[in-house]
């Protein structure tokens, strides 16, 4: 299983999960208290682990924004949580891929409520490569997991929203591809490096 430490904005954030070494960093571009800009995500990359894959969290924003940040080599993934149908998508792979790069890797977010309600073979489906799973971006809330259990899903998910050190066993026995955490790794909003620490290591252990 892997993990993601999410809505990194202070350069001793990128301190703290590179001793930890999670799976992703995510560097939130959508308004909010942990927004970053491209320049500060560029300066954050730059002191980011290689190992360490950068993603970038997008809530409607333009496809020229998003793949500049890609081109620049400043995110790999770009995880969208905006109302991006069909059309943005599949303009947004096309623009990832001028210069002879792959296609950006996309994780589609669908809010708690959408969840039993979404189509079999959504349209935007196959141009995707993973689900998210969240009440809410940003809202530091869980839901209800339980729906997750009578779902079948296409591709492999993340799982997002209010997962803490005292609850992540619960996440991890779903089975999802990816845990993400952001304010579960904080105390008093900032990034907190002994809850990265623990959180990383307790997804490690179900690791073989």
Request: glycine share 10%.
């Amino acid at each position: 299983m892997r993990i993601k430490i999410c809505g990194l904005f202070r350069e001793q954030d990128i301190d703290y999960v590179n001793e930890a070494h999670p799976d992703y960093a995510g560097f939130v571009f959508a308004p909010g208290k942990r927004q970053v800009s491209p320049a500060c995500a560029a300066n954050l990359r730059r002191r980011l682990s290689g190992n360490i894959v950068p993603v970038g969290v997008f809530v409607n924003s333009t496809i020229a924004e998003i793949a500049a940040l890609y081109h620049e080599n400043i995110i790999a993934i770009a995880q969208l949580h905006g109302d991006e149908d069909e059309a943005y998508i599949a303009q947004l792979k096309e623009a990832s891929t001028i210069g002879g790069r792959e296609p950006i890797i996309l994780i589609k977010a669908i809010k708690s409520k959408e969840i039993g309600y979404l189509p079999p073979c959504p349209p935007w489906l196959n141009l995707i490569n993973y689900f998210l799973f969240d009440s809410g971006a940003g809202s530091g809330k869980t839901f209800n997991w339980d729906m997750l259990n009578a779902q079948s899903f296409s591709k492999p998910w993340f799982l997002a929203g209010g997962i803490t050190a005292g609850n992540i066993g619960q996440a991890m026995a779903l089975h999802p591809f990816a845990v993400d955490v952001s304010s579960g790794a904080e105390t008093d909003g900032l990034k907190d490096r002994k809850k990265i620490l623990q959180l990383t290591e307790m997804v490690r252990g179900t690791q073989t």
